[in-house]
């Protein structure tokens, strides 16, 4: 696994740095401005991207537009991005680019090293990680919006959140892509979401599934 880190603090970039290499994880570049990130981005392509949401210049939102930017340009590049607290605007601001190989994390779970490193793995190989408290924030006022749900949206609800598509998820399932269509409509309908400019509706199912999964479950 190839990474890049972007991280304006020189402890905890260091600290990345040292952390990945001794469990063998190649870190590519380790840059402390967005510029450096995104040049690091284009020269070493990466696998995964470690990037903390506030940088220079203003240390507000230049993280998180960097770590959208090099997503958008690099689809296929994982994004974990570290933030001090939830910080609700830019979770959904990071997924609006979809579920595939994003994650938002506290910057606290840093310390818990077997989580981090599956968050970066799970990331790196096209999966979603979402910190819990940020899931919780988001799906504050919702009470139990999976109980509606047939068996058979719940499995494909699950694999949305693995960052399948609806043609993966037809195979996995042995099941037609227009099935799969059909029952994503459905987890739509049943769970009331519609789409806004801040975060589309597959997302949204995401949250919701990974807020009321409990964490011994795959995901």
Same mark, same amino acid.
């Given at each position: 696994?190839?990474?890049?880190?972007?991280?304006?603090?020189?402890?905890?970039?260091?600290?990345? /740095?040292?952390?990945?290499?001794?469990?063998?994880?190649?870190?590519?570049?380790?840059?402390?401005?967005?510029?450096?990130?995104?040049? $690091?981005?284009?020269?070493?392509? !990466?696998?995964?991207?470690?990037?903390?949401?506030?940088?220079?210049?203003?240390?507000?939102?230049?993280?998180?537009?960097?770590?959208?930017?090099?997503?958008?340009?690099?689809?296929?590049?994982? /994004?974990? /991005?570290?933030?001090?607290?939830?910080?609700?605007?830019?979770?959904?601001?990071?997924?609006?680019?979809?579920?595939?190989?994003?994650?938002?994390?506290?910057?606290?779970?840093?310390?818990?090293?077997?989580?981090?490193?599956?968050?970066?793995?799970?990331?790196?190989?096209?999966?979603?990680?979402?910190? !819990?408290?940020?899931?919780?924030?988001?799906?504050?006022?919702?009470?139990?919006?999976?109980?509606?749900?047939?068996?058979?949206?719940?499995?494909?609800?699950?694999?949305?959140?693995?960052?399948?598509?609806?043609?993966?998820?037809?195979?996995?399932?042995?099941?037609?892509?227009? $099935?799969?269509?059909?029952?994503?409509?459905?987890?739509? $309908?049943?769970?009331?979401?519609?789409?806004?400019?801040?975060?589309?509706?597959?997302?949204?199912?995401?949250?919701?599934?990974?807020?009321?999964?409990?964490?011994?479950?795959?995901?």
């Amino acid at each position: 696994m190839r990474v890049v880190i972007a991280e304006d603090d020189a402890l905890l970039r260091e600290g990345l /740095v040292l952390l990945l290499t001794g469990e063998g994880i190649e870190v590519a570049a380790a840059a402390g401005e967005p510029e450096g990130f995104l040049a $690091a981005v284009e020269e070493h392509r !990466p696998d995964v991207a470690v990037v903390d949401v506030r940088m220079p210049p203003t240390h507000t939102d230049e993280g998180i537009k960097a770590a959208v930017a090099a997503k958008r340009l690099h689809p296929e590049l994982g /994004v974990l /991005v570290l933030s001090a607290y939830v910080e609700q605007a830019f979770a959904t601001d990071l997924l609006a680019v979809g579920t595939r190989g994003i994650g938002y994390l506290l910057k606290e779970r840093v310390g818990k090293v077997e989580e981090f490193l599956d968050a970066l793995t799970r990331v790196a190989d096209g999966g979603t990680a979402i910190d !819990p408290d940020v899931v919780a924030q988001l799906f504050a006022r919702r009470r139990d919006p999976l109980d509606q749900l047939t068996a058979r949206e719940r499995e494909v609800l699950s694999h949305m959140a693995q960052g399948l598509g609806n043609m993966a998820i037809a195979e996995k399932l042995v099941i037609s892509e227009g $099935a799969v269509h059909k029952h994503i409509r459905n987890i739509f $309908a049943k769970l009331d979401l519609a789409q806004t400019d801040r975060v589309d509706r597959r997302v949204a199912a995401v949250l919701a599934y990974l807020d009321n999964t409990p964490p011994d479950r795959p995901t």
